[in-house]
Structures are given as structure tokens and as C-alpha cells.
């Protein structure tokens, strides 16, 4: 099973910052849209940010002015900058892909997901 594969959690302070990455396998050829969901503990994972080939995006209302999404279409890799990060985010970070190739068109492919937990 192809797997995007992330970078970057860890443990900081409110307040502090991190930075996500995720890269796409070269067997993923064509990408569309990227971004980011997360998942605290008994909860939904929610969408936190994508964006799209041209550089669109999208954030959740949580995280606006907080969080800038990034992306390089040569390396197929998406980044996540975290600022003025809270106890709330605290969550696992899930990147996704979403395939628009010939033979896979539409697939949404997944990172193994890293955990951020932010103190108070």
C-alpha cells in the first residue's frame, strides 16, 4: 500500500511553533489536491488545511492566521507551518494526496500520521 510519508511532530509549549512535512512516492505521479487533517483523542478527524496544484487553499477556522499550508509540486510535498500553537492542537497529523492520474484518478492517499502535543 503507497504511503505519503510525514516529519516533523513532536512536544512544544503553547505558544511555539513546528513545522509538518509530508512527501508524496514517486509512484504517485499526478497529485491534485494536498493538505492536512488532524484527530485528538474520542474525537472526528477534521480537515485543517489544503491546498490545490495552483496554490489555492483552504483552513479550517481554528487554525486561520495560525497555520500556513505550503507545497513544492516538483518534490510532491506538502508542509504544514504551526504558530502560536495551543493545548488543542494538540492531535495526530494526518497529510493526504489526492490522486489525479489516469490509472488512479480520485484516490485519496494517507500519511502514517505524526502526533503534536502542545503543553499549557
Known amino acids: 500500500q503507497v504511503q505519503l510519508v510525514e516529519s516533523g511532530g513532536g512536544l512544544v509549549q503553547a505558544g511555539g511553533s513546528l513545522r509538518l512535512s509530508c512527501a508524496a512516492p514517486?509512484?504517485?505521479?499526478?497529485?491534485?489536491?494536498m493538505g492536512w487533517y488532524h484527530q485528538a483523542p474520542g474525537k472526528q478527524r477534521e480537515l485543517v488545511a489544503s491546498i490545490i496544484t495552483g496554490g489555492n487553499t483552504v483552513y479550517a477556522s481554528s487554525v486561520k492566521g495560525r497555520f500556513t499550508i505550503s507545497r513544492d509540486n516538483v518534490r510532491n510535498t506538502v508542509y504544514l507551518q504551526m504558530n502560536s500553537l495551543k493545548p488543542e492542537d494538540t492531535a495526530v497529523y494526518y497529510c493526504?494526496?489526492?490522486?489525479?492520474?489516469?490509472?488512479?484518478?480520485?484516490?485519496?492517499?494517507w500519511g502514517q500520521g505524526t502526533q503534536v502535543t502542545v503543553s499549557s
Open positions: 493526504y494526496a489526492d490522486s489525479s492520474g489516469v490509472t488512479d484518478r480520485g484516490y485519496r492517499y
Open positions: 514517486g509512484s504517485i505521479f499526478n497529485i491534485n489536491t
